[in-house]
């Protein structure tokens, strides 16, 4: 069976889930077994034929499990978020239409060769760094500022800088990796990369670090720096430069949380979440981190049910606060338990192995290093958040790629599996030649 056939009969399970979630929602809300459920799963179901179509005529030997693997996720945020909140929900499917117009545009901007991008990639480092320092015009949240107010929407301007920085990164490194090698020296034992080729890399990756700590959005930054050392080892293959900077961000994370209270506050509550002093702190306190934990603990091993979590009781504060969006992960466990959550954690993870898998047949420098930084970064978002709602680190507020609430996440993370597809057919196109 070709490509994509493949892709086509794997669409097929993510309409039966988005169809019996809905299902679902209806008979546990009024007891009553709804064919809207069916128009929503065949609405769904029509989307993705048609992305499908524009990939059987520009991309006909992309990899076929990708678009599958992150429909069953998009569904399956669709189907969450229409319990928690329905406008919710139906802002998230006007986004998943949107993503998936971004999707198409990139694909067909770029299916001749995506190579393209290394002409201008001092460009595209630019536009990242413009778009990081826009949020500083908005007003902070939680400390932070993550926004930009576009009339009746807002952006996060941050979700599209991974991806403009990433594709420096691998442009760069594609040209410089060599002397990179070539030009090392030992000091001490360790090897220590030339600074004089890492001059560019260094200014723009470090311009985006500074930016994203003056917004103090920490969730970025930890998977920009995570990005940037996976391409460094990925171009260089060697483990010193890792460590290197590994050392280095220990030290900044050490200074930043002696100067920067958000950063104090957020580390103090995943230390001590279950302290009465910060549990009752309106402003970075650990209420959310403590009943985050209180809510996958009481999911248990098969969860509580569909449907069944308390989010908020009559008209109280929120028992888990910000559930469509930072805490969706502790929702589906609650709901789900253990097994389900791991279930969507196994989704996240084939999609990285296939991510990983793209870079490993990808020929030329450039096409292995973009594959590799955009995997990564995906990855390290799903590390991120699931590592702060279950408490492994500290809480940095990113949201659940294709599943939590959130337009510019949608967008910009279609656009990187629009990437990562065009990667993917020229990789198996020139094998099969082979």
Not at 259 to 276: K, Q, S
Not at 337 to 345: E, I, K, R, T
Not at 383 to 410: A, C, D, Q, R
Not at 428 to 434: F, I, L, S, V, Y
Request: net charge neutral; charged share 15%.
């Amino acid at each position: 069976m070709k490509e994509r056939n493949r892709e086509l009969f794997a669409l097929i399970p993510a309409s039966l889930l988005v169809t019996a979630g809905f299902a679902a929602i209806f008979i546990q809300r009024d007891d009553l077994l709804s064919d809207v459920s069916l128009t929503y799963g065949a609405i769904f179901l029509a989307l993705c034929l048609a992305a499908h179509m524009v990939l059987r005529f520009t991309l006909p030997h992309a990899d076929p499990y990708l678009f599958p693997l992150v429909a069953v996720l998009a569904c399956f945020g669709l189907v969450m978020l229409y319990r928690l909140n329905e406008d919710f929900a139906r802002e998230q499917a006007q986004w998943f239409v949107v993503g998936l117009i971004f999707f198409t545009v990139t694909i067909v901007a770029l299916r001749r060769d995506h190579r393209v991008l290394e002409r201008y990639r001092y460009v595209i480092a630019l536009g990242g760094i413009v778009l990081l320092l826009l949020p500083r015009l908005g007003s902070p949240v939680n400390g932070a500022y993550l926004a930009v107010d576009l009339g009746p929407i807002e952006f996060q301007p941050a979700e599209l800088a991974k991806i403009a920085i990433v594709i420096f990164l691998a442009s760069y490194l594609r040209d410089t990796r060599q002397v990179l090698v070539v030009g090392a020296r030992r000091f001490a034992g360790i090897t220590f990369p030339p600074l004089k080729h890492l001059g560019p890399l260094l200014a723009v990756w470090g311009t985006a670090m500074v930016l994203l700590f003056v917004i103090q959005d920490l969730g970025s930054s930890i998977m920009f720096f995570g990005g940037f050392l996976a391409l460094i080892y990925v171009a260089t293959n060697r483990i010193s430069f890792v460590v290197i900077g590994l050392s280095l961000f220990a030290v900044g994370a050490r200074l930043l949380y002696a100067i920067r209270p958000t950063i104090e506050g957020r580390v103090d509550a995943w230390l001590h979440p279950f302290d009465p002093e910060l549990y009752e702190k309106l402003n970075g306190g650990s209420y959310q981190v403590a009943q985050s934990v209180f809510s996958q603990a009481d999911g248990g091993l098969f969860g509580r049910g569909f449907g069944q979590a308390i989010i908020q009781a009559g008209d109280g504060p929120p028992i888990l606060p910000a559930a469509h969006t930072d805490f969706i992960y502790a929702v589906i466990t609650n709901e789900l338990g253990l097994l389900g959550a791991c279930a969507v954690l196994l989704v996240y993870l084939l999609i990285i192995e296939r991510g990983f898998k793209t870079a490993m047949i990808a020929t030329d420098s450039f096409s292995k290093l973009l594959a590799t930084g955009l995997t990564s970064v995906l990855a390290l978002q799903v590390f991120v958040i699931v590592g702060g709602v279950t408490k492994l680190i500290p809480l940095t507020g990113v949201t659940l790629p294709f599943v939590s609430y959130g337009g510019s996440s949608i967008v910009a993370n279609f656009i990187l599996l629009a990437l990562l597809l065009l990667v993917s057919d020229r990789a198996r196109r020139e094998a099969q030649a082979r």
